[in-house]
């Protein structure tokens, strides 16, 4: 019988190429609606898509990916380029982008713990850390280049959608879970949480009044 089986290196590089594809389309967007120009559309894109990866792979001693193999920036670009010239038909359709991040946070989120339980096993921190890094470095790099405040610092549930999905990762993965159904659940559970949270307009609780 023939295993059609993807080795879970693999699988994990293929899911890591389609976040950094989602959270570049989000860069592009963003520099377009701040009126970049053609250059400056590729740069947010690439910043967005790879920076969450680059910060935690320098944060925790290995050479990144995203300049050891080229394939991420080539997807960052390439990414950028199709919404210049996709902008026009898509701008209506300001719901794609938040999708696409929502998508992005769900991968870069567990892609962030798959690499910290490499690494360390079931540590649990270094699995919250390396995946609540990925998925909103690029974001926070992304707001920041466009002079707004980072959605993680407001009041949209973005951070603590990432933290349920990797809490449900982490709690897989130690109650003997493979790796592949770990990865496949922790990635819904965040993705879902975020998409949720923007269909019923959930909030985490701000400050009522002044401070004076």
Request: with cysteine; net charge neutral; hydrophobic share 55%.
């Amino acid at each position: 019988m023939v295993d059609f089986s993807i080795p879970s290196e693999v699988f994990i590089y293929i899911l890591d190429l389609f976040g950094t594809m989602a959270f570049a389309v989000t860069g592009a967007f963003k520099a377009i609606e701040h009126k970049s120009d053609f250059v400056g559309i590729i740069l947010l894109a690439t910043i967005t898509g790879v920076a969450g990866g680059t910060i935690r792979d320098v944060v925790m001693g290995k050479f990144p990916n995203s300049i050891s193999d080229p394939t991420y920036v080539i997807i960052t670009v390439a990414s950028g380029v199709c919404i210049f010239f996709l902008y026009s038909k898509l701008k209506k359709h300001w719901n794609l982008f938040l999708k696409f991040d929502a998508f992005g946070l769900g991968i870069f989120t567990i892609i962030g713990g798959t690499f910290a339980y490499n690494l360390f096993g079931l540590n649990f921190l270094a699995i919250v850390f390396a995946g609540v890094l990925t998925a909103v470095g690029g974001g926070i790099l992304r707001d920041v280049f466009v002079n707004q405040v980072p959605i993680v610092f407001v009041k949209e549930l973005y951070v603590t959608a990432s933290f349920v999905g990797i809490f449900v990762f982490y709690f897989l993965l130690y109650t003997g879970a493979e790796l592949y159904v770990a990865t496949i659940v922790g990635i819904v559970i965040a993705t879902g949480t975020r998409l949720t949270a923007m269909k019923f307009n959930w909030h985490l609780p701000k400050v009522k009044g002044n401070l004076d």
